[in-house]
Structures are given as C-alpha cells and as structure tokens.
C-alpha cells in the first residue's frame, strides 16, 4: 500500500509540472492567433496566480474537511477542465474564464501534496518528488511543439495534456480508498488540532521568517528563469537561438540537483541543504555577474544558481511540520505556496519595470538581493529555534 500510494503521488507530481509551461511554450502562437498584444500573457498568469494564491490559503480548512486524497482529486480535475477549456477556446476571454479553475486545481493540489509528503514520508521523496515536477515542466513544451512542428492548432496540444489529466483523476479517484487508510492516522485523529485562521498561523512564532524566506526564493528562481535568455542576449552578445537554449542550462541545474540531493538529503538535513543551497545561490549569481569578457562564465553561473536552488524549496517545505507542528503544517504550507506564488508572479515583471528605466546588467544584482534576504532570514529562523532548544 505505501509503495502503490507513493507511486501515485509521484505521477501526481509529473503531472502538476505539465501546465506550468504550457502557456510560456505556446503563446508565440496564441496570441497571433488570437489577435491579442503579446504582453496579454501576463494577464493570464496573473489570474493563475490569483487562483493559486487563493485555494493555497484555503488548503488547510479544504484539507480538513474533504481529505488529501479527495481535495488532491477534485484539485487535479479542476486542473484537466482548464486545460480543456483553453483547447476549445477561441477568444482571449474565455482564456481568462479558464484560467480561474486553472490556478484554484494548481493551488489545491500543490498545497495538499507537499504537507502530506512531508508528514509522512522521508525529505528524499520530497526531493525526487519535485524533481518529477520538474521532469513534467520539460515534457510539456515537446508536447506542444510536436503539434506546432506538424502543422497543427496549438489548441491539440492543450487537448492531449487535459487527456492525461484526466486519466490522473481516474486514478486519483480509484485511489481513494489508500488515501484514509493512511490518513486515518493522520494529525487530525491524533493531537486534536484545529483550523487556524491567516492571523493565528501568521504569529507562529519564526512563520515570518520563512514567510520571507520562500518568497525571496521564489522570487529569484522564477526571475532568474524568466530573464535569464534576455541577459545573455542584450549583456554579453549571445545569439537569440542559442541563448534560448542556454536558458535551459538553470532548469536542468534544478532538475539534477533535485536528483542528487534524493541520495544526502537525510544525511545532511534539511536546515543545511537550505544553507548550502542559498550559498551555492550566491556563487551562481557572482559568476553570472563577474565584469570579465567571457560567455562561459555566465552559463556557468547559470547551472550553479539552479543546483543551489534544487534543495531550497524541497527542504523548506519537508521541514515544515518539524518547525512548526503536524498539527501547524497545512495551514503554515498553505501560506508558504501563497508567498511562493506572490513572489514568483510579481517580482519578474517589476524587474522588466527596473531594465526598462535602468539596464538589464542589474539582473545579477538584483538576484543577489534575494540572496542575501535568504540566507539572512533562514538563518536567523535556526537561531530562534536553537535558543527553543
């Protein structure tokens, strides 16, 4: 039962790294299509993002009433009827009317899975798990650019990707029964622990901390993704074709870092991997911005800020019931996936905001920053919890 259930929960993974670049790999020709200014992608993933804010600050009392396993399936189904919404759609409005169960189905599931994971099961799961995420996020673009290189609509391949969905709610829902067995020890039955509201959870002593922690994170990995392409190509002269595929160079310093930290993340903890992570974040991002007239270097940097940034959020989320209570975890997840989301969705665009007034060689700078606020506040989190001890 625990192998069959854990399997599962690894295919849940994958397919929660589907969606997330869908939209960046097929509005090129979306928006053509569509007859829309290129910038309304923002729109979109501003209404995702609100979504996800929201069902992640309600996972705590949803995960209470309905179970991990039946918010997981009713998240993941919400996710499926969006991505089949968006291949029917033709208009930028109905777009947006999807993207409102898009983000809400995203939020759910990505808030229950990672508080289950970490309960109940060891950091090297929670390492691989999101590392499986990752290996989603990479599959979807070959999906949609299968479609797009044979002359089809890009509408198919949203189609195919709500069809595995679809069978993952099949699953999902044929699955239950695994789910409360194991839940049927869960926190809920044990230390009689209730719903806390956003004010209660917020004054937990040290949530702050890692409020600011995983919004700093999220901010600089989304950043550093969204950018990363740009910087190549206007700081040091690399050509548009090959600096897009020298952006990829992060998400695969992600990926395999992910994979490798599986094998030590017992060994070492996770308050560590955070430590060496934020500092290997911080040696990326120096090589990335050292004033030296060389292309290697910066694509060096690259991998180094993605392998710093493997272990960071795993470990943040796995130590999550340790720092704070079983009984604490969902709601304090639930409010982390919140910051996560906030951070990744709005400090991107505002340094577009930065380049278009300034220059685009701050980027490593501004990276640097929520480095810097990282390391600062996890590590004032360890000492509060040392004098705790």
């Not at 160079?249 to 060496?276: N, P, Q, W």
Request: proline residues 4%; hydrophobic residues 50%; aromatic residues 14%.
């Amino acid at each position: 039962m625990y192998s069959l259930l854990l399997a599962i929960i690894y295919i849940a993974f994958i397919s929660l790294g589907l969606p997330d670049s869908l939209i960046g790999a097929s509005w090129p020709v979306m928006y053509r299509e569509l007859n829309v200014p290129i910038s309304y992608a923002g729109i979109i993933t501003m209404i995702i993002a609100g979504g996800t804010i929201i069902s992640s600050l309600m996972s705590d009392r949803m995960t209470r009433k309905f179970g991990v396993g039946l918010l997981t399936s009713i998240s993941v189904l919400l996710t499926a009827i969006a991505l089949f919404g968006f291949s029917t759609s033709n208009s930028f409005y109905m777009l947006c009317l999807f993207a409102i169960p898009y983000g809400i189905g995203a939020g759910g599931v990505d808030a229950a899975l990672n508080n289950y994971v970490a309960l109940y099961y060891k950091s090297r799961h929670m390492s691989w798990l999101h590392c499986f995420w990752g290996v989603g996020a990479m599959i979807s673009p070959y999906i949609m650019s299968y479609y797009l290189m044979n002359g089809l609509a890009y509408n198919n391949g949203y189609r195919f990707v709500s069809f595995i969905q679809i069978g993952l709610v099949a699953v999902l829902f044929i699955s239950l029964p695994l789910w409360r067995k194991k839940e049927s020890t869960s926190i809920n039955n044990t230390d009689n622990s209730k719903h806390l509201t956003l004010i209660e959870s917020i004054n937990i002593k040290g949530v702050k901390l890692i409020l600011i922690t995983f919004f700093a994170y999220c901010a600089l990995e989304s950043t550093t993704g969204l950018w990363a392409s740009s910087y190549l190509v206007e700081h040091h002269n690399i050509s548009e074709e090959a600096s897009a595929k020298y952006a990829s160079l992060f998400f695969f310093g992600i990926t395999l870092g992910r994979f490798i930290c599986g094998f030590i993340s017992e060994m070492v903890g996770d308050k560590k991997l955070i430590r060496y992570g934020i500092l290997i974040c911080i040696l990326g991002v120096t090589c990335l911005g050292l004033p030296i007239n060389n292309n290697i270097l910066p694509l060096i940097g690259l991998i180094i800020i993605g392998f710093g940034c493997a272990p960071i959020y795993p470990s943040i989320i796995h130590a999550t019931p340790t720092n704070f209570g079983k009984g604490n975890s969902q709601a304090i997840i639930g409010l982390q996936m919140a910051c996560a989301y906030t951070g990744s969705t709005f400090m991107p665009p505002l340094f577009g905001l930065i380049i278009g007034k300034l220059n685009i060689s701050l980027y490593p700078f501004f990276l640097l920053c929520f480095a810097i606020l990282m390391l600062l506040m996890s590590e004032k989190l360890n000492k509060m919890f040392l004098k705790k001890e």
